[in-house]
């Protein structure tokens, strides 16, 4: 069988890799390449958590995901690796619901985080100021993937495979037999057709999806550390979570600085036209919580800053699905600013879809995306 997938951001490479590890014939077509600045899987650093308060079937995702993530990070890209082990802090105020459920699942599936008391989160990160914080997990197997280096070595490993890839804008989804038109009328022919285009599926399918699936303006800010000092390194920072204050970030990975991203949705965005210039309030919330949190970071410059889209479902639950009209096309999105560490195991859920016909959970489905917002998966 000859699948095209639609988009080579994470959802489409991890597409294209798993239809290729079971004999497919596989293009992969992206309008700008893989994982380009406006694609949501360009940014530097993603974290990888299996920490998903109740949700058992993401924390089960994630853990597979991770296993091919450092399979990917040990094959394709040493001395510099693309997977950095330097686990994830979850930090809450108070009885948070959320850090508690997420507590007892992973406990349940056999990966219980470390519980650190303040005091001992104090002693082992002396750099964080844990004033009102209460409960601190840490997973220590969990990390951070240089997300844009990862994706974009994933995919030259696909090309010396063989997978074909074409960068060109598919224009006409929704009539498709047995070819797509690139938007400089060239067919492209396959079997089967999955279109994995993040923040550009409302776009590519309206009356399937607006509404259902809606990009948000996200702003992320890296910060300069000090000169010679190597405490906000991956090899000693942990990634963060301060879940109660929506704030989350990484330590410094490929010296790009420490990163800070709020993760209450923005105002919408047009992922192709849009500039990427921030807001200066976010930018403003993010300095204020690095001040707040490591007061040795206080007047840290800001070296870089993203504006990055989110491509939200009603609930933040991912869609994997077949289109409803068309036997050979299949949607994949919504990975509603948490997708990126499910790469691996979204492709393989997309590949079985394809290959054997083998529906993944009703979560994913498209019949449970609603145009109202009742955010569940964070
Ligand atoms: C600021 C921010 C922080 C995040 N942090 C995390 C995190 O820490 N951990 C985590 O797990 N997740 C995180 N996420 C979420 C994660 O990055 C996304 O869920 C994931 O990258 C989505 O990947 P995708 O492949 O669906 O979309 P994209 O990466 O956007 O890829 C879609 C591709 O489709 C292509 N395309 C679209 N239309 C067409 C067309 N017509 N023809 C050809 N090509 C087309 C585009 O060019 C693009 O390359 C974050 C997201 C943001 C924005």
């Keep these: 069988m000859h699948v095209v997938v639609v988009g080579s951001g994470v959802f489409g490479a991890w597409t294209a890799h798993h239809l290729l590890a079971r004999g497919a014939t596989v293009t992969l077509v992206d309008a700008y390449g893989a994982a380009h600045p406006r694609s949501s899987s360009g940014d530097e650093t993603r974290i990888v958590r299996c920490g998903y308060g109740p949700d058992a079937i993401y924390s089960e995702l994630a ?10 990070s040990d094959r394709a890209a040493r001395p510099d690796p693309l997977w950095h082990p330097t686990g994830v802090l979850w930090m809450a105020a108070g009885a948070d619901a959320y850090t508690a459920a997420t507590r007892a699942t992973l406990s349940q599936l056999n990966m219980p985080p470390e519980v650190l008391s303040p005091p001992e989160m104090g002693r082992r990160f002396p750099y964080l100021d844990t ?3 209460e409960v601190t997990l840490l997973e220590r197997d969990c990390g951070v993937v240089a997300a844009r280096r990862a994706v974009r070595a994933l995919v030259v490993d696909l090309e010396q495979r063989g997978v074909r890839l ?14 797509l038109r690139t938007d400089g009328s060239m067919e492209v022919a396959g079997d089967g057709f999955v279109f994995a285009c993040g923040a550009w599926l409302p776009g590519l399918f309206p009356e399937l999806l607006h509404g259902r699936i809606r990009p948000t303006r996200q702003v992320v800010t890296y910060f300069g550390t000090p000169a010679g000092d190597l405490r906000f390194t991956g090899a000693r920072m942990p990634a963060w979570i301060d879940f109660p204050s929506g704030i989350y970030g990484t330590p410094d990975i490929d010296g790009r600085g ?6 209450e949705h923005g105002g919408p965005i047009d992922p192709d036209a849009d500039d990427r210039l921030p807001d200066r309030a976010a930018v403003e919330r993010a300095r204020a919580w690095l001040a707040r949190r490591v007061p040795a970071l206080a007047g840290a410059p800001v070296v870089e800053t993203r504006v990055c889209a989110y491509e939200n479902s009603s ?10 009209a068309r036997d050979n096309v299949w949607i994949v999105g919504g990975g509603s600013g948490h997708g ?14 394809v290959l054997d016909g083998e529906m993944p959970d009703a979560r994913f489905a498209l019949a449970g995306k609603t145009s109202d917002e009742r955010r569940r998966v964070y």
Excluded: N, Y
């Excluded at 420490?258 to 993760?263: E, Q």
């Design 166 to 179: 074409l960068t060109a804008r598919i224009v006409t989804p929704a009539g498709v037999e047995r070819a």
């Design 340 to 353: 990126f560490k499910h790469g691996p195991a979204v492709g393989e859920l997309t590949a079985r879809m």
């Design 131 to 133: 004033d009102g914080i």
């Design 63 to 72: 853990r597979r995901s991770r296993d091919e993530w450092r399979a990917l």
């Design 315 to 324: 609930t933040g639950d991912f869609l994997i699905d077949r289109h409803p």
């Design 258 to 263: 420490v990163k800070v991203g709020i993760d």
